[in-house]
Each structure stands twice: as structure tokens, then as C-alpha cells.
């Protein structure tokens, strides 16, 4: 298997950065380490642990490090757990089963049963919306809610976005500054010390890493159709990696009930959502699903 990194040394540096990250967390937490059958899988948890499972999954080519702004108001009303992805630059096994399978819900099972909850609420971003949406479709019943930012598997992907950022990928520093600014918009003129740090850590994930390159599976009208739960969806009206338009359109035409959350001037990354978030979980037909815990917490970093 081709190795996630360009060389050793990037996957080393690439790590301590992030344990340095994970350093700052802004709440008291726990990092666990679960086996499962695609390897181990590494999560960051807090909040009270009687509180209802949250679960949360970031995008691609990044890790839990990116739900640090989110997670503090999160974890006063949930037992929040940060999944790092497998096969993504984080602390988790580098395995990449086949995406058009459902080898990622098998690997949620073993995850979700390894922290002994039975019940919980998904928060996805991109890859992880699309990894939020392809669980609940295929496990109803686990899933209490759901709330995707610009998920993929329901509008096409816009290809000819992608051609461009790789030919603008290979033009070295500048070209390299443009494929990110195409994507993700211009950094903020003055970020915080705090911003700024994270923003030169997706940097060198970006320079050292390397992505999935496959087209990702589109979910069917009558998978969609199993979201019986909450959903709420936020979209980004000028997404250029996602038709939005379209993603709209199935999940209201599929998923009446789904909450649509449309930023006409938004891009694909999709910030300062954590309030409306916050607020579509605390509803009782999500908050009603208690965990079943069976915690086994006994130090900072913990294998269970």
C-alpha cells in the first residue's frame, strides 16, 4: 500500500504537530485509541459522560484538530467524541477501504461499539458529511441526528475544479496559494496567533500529505430516503467542489423534513456554525437518546 505521506519524515512532522495541537484542546479530555477492523482509531473525547454521544467527523485532508473553535459549547451539553478518520492525516490507521462499500459503516460499528454507545448525534463536514450521511442511511436506528456542512455523495462533484487545482498544484508556491485560495477563499488579512497556527498546519498537511484521489460514491434517492431522523444540511451557495444547487434539491425532494441552511456568498468551507448547530442537537427528539456508557477512562491517553 502506497504510504499516506510523501516521506517518513512528513508523516513525523505532520504528527507532532497535531499532538501539539491536541495539546490546547480547549476542555478537559480524554484521547482513546479503539481497535477496530480496519486497525486503530484514535478520538478525542470530552463532556460529561452521561451526557447524550456526539459524534463528529472531519473532512478530507485534515483531522480532529479542526473542531477545537466548536467543541467547548458542544461539550457542555454533549459527550462529545472527535473521530479521527481513518486514512486521513490524524492518529488513526491508514486504511482506505473502498468508499462505494460499506466498509466505512462496519468501521463506525466496531468504533461506535468500542465506546459502548448505542445511540448518538453526527456532525460531518465534506468527507464527513459524507461519512455522517452514509452511516445513518445504512444504520437508521443508531443515529439520533445528523448535521452536515457541505457534504458530499448528494451533489455531483464539480471535476472541473479539480483539473484546475491540480494543474495550478504543479506551479509551484503561487499556484499552490491559488488552488487553496479557489477552494477555501483568501486567509483572513489578520488572524488570531491561534488562527494563524492552525492555518499553517493545514499548510503543511497540504504539502506533505496525499489525498484520496477517487470519485466519491453518490447516494441513491432511496438511501437519502432512510434519513428518517433530524437533519439539518448547511450548504454553501458558492461551493466550487460540491454542486450545492443540486445537493439542495435532492435532499428536499428526498428528505422533506431535512433543515436547510443556504449561505448564498459561501464558499466550501463553511465557518461559524457553531450556534445553529448547537441548537438543531438540543432539540428533545435528539437530546431524549441516552447513551448506554460503559466508560473506561483512565488516563489522558486511553486503549480500549
Keep these: 500500500m502506497t504510504s499516506l505521506y510523501k516521506t517518513a519524515e512528513s508523516e513525523r512532522v505532520i504528527r507532532e504537530r497535531y499532538l501539539q495541537f491536541l495539546k490546547y484542546w480547549p476542555v478537559p479530555n480524554q484521547q482513546l485509541r479503539v481497535p477496530t477492523r ?13 451526557a447524550p454521544p456526539l459524534l463528529l467527523f472531519h473532512g478530507a485532508v485534515a483531522n480532529s484538530s479542526m473542531w477545537m473553535g466548536d467543541v ?7 459527550r462529545v467524541y472527535a473521530v479521527d478518520m481513518i486514512g ?3 492518529l ?8 462505494a462499500s460499506e466498509a466505512h459503516a462496519l468501521w463506525l460499528d466496531d468504533v461506535i461499539e468500542g465506546l459502548s454507545v448505542s445511540r448518538a448525534s453526527l456532525v460531518g463536514i465534506s468527507l464527513g458529511g459524507w461519512l455522517a450521511l452514509d452511516y445513518a442511511t445504512r444504520r437508521p436506528e443508531r443515529v439520533a441526528g445528523v448535521a452536515v456542512l457541505c457534504p458530499a455523495g448528494v ?10 487545482v491540480a494543474l495550478l498544484s504543479i506551479c509551484g508556491a503561487w499556484g499552490k496559494r491559488k488552488a487553496r485560495e479557489m477552494i477555501l477563499g483568501r486567509a483572513p488579512s489578520n488572524p488570531s496567533p491561534g488562527v494563524e497556527a492552525f492555518i499553517n498546519f493545514m499548510l503543511l498537511i497540504q504539502q506533505n500529505f496525499r489525498p484520496r484521489m477517487v470519485k466519491l460514491p453518490i447516494f441513491r434517492n432511496d438511501a437519502l430516503a432512510r434519513l428518517t431522523m433530524p437533519v439539518l444540511a448547511i450548504l454553501g451557495g458558492k461551493d466550487v467542489l460540491l454542486d450545492s444547487e443540486e445537493t439542495k434539491r435532492r435532499l428536499q425532494a428526498t428528505v422533506p423534513h431535512a433543515e436547510i441552511r443556504w449561505l448564498a456568498e459561501t464558499g466550501h ?9 448547537l441548537e438543531f442537537l438540543r432539540r428533545p427528539a435528539m437530546m431524549g437518546g ?3 456508557h460503559e466508560p473506561v477512562h483512565t488516563s489522558n491517553e486511553t486503549h480500549l
Excluded: M, N, Y
Design 269 to 277: 468551507l463553511i465557518a461559524g456554525q457553531t450556534a445553529p448547530i
Design 155 to 164: 451533489g455531483r462533484q464539480k471535476i472541473g475544479t479539480a483539473l484546475k
Design 38 to 50: 480496519e486497525g486503530e482509531t484514535f478520538i478525542v473525547a470530552c463532556g460529561d459522560e452521561k
Design 72 to 78: 467547548a459549547r458542544w461539550a457542555a451539553h454533549f
Design 290 to 292: 441516552s447513551p448506554c
Design 88 to 90: 486521513e492525516p490524524g
Design 92 to 99: 488513526s490507521a491508514p486504511s482506505r477501504p473502498p468508499l
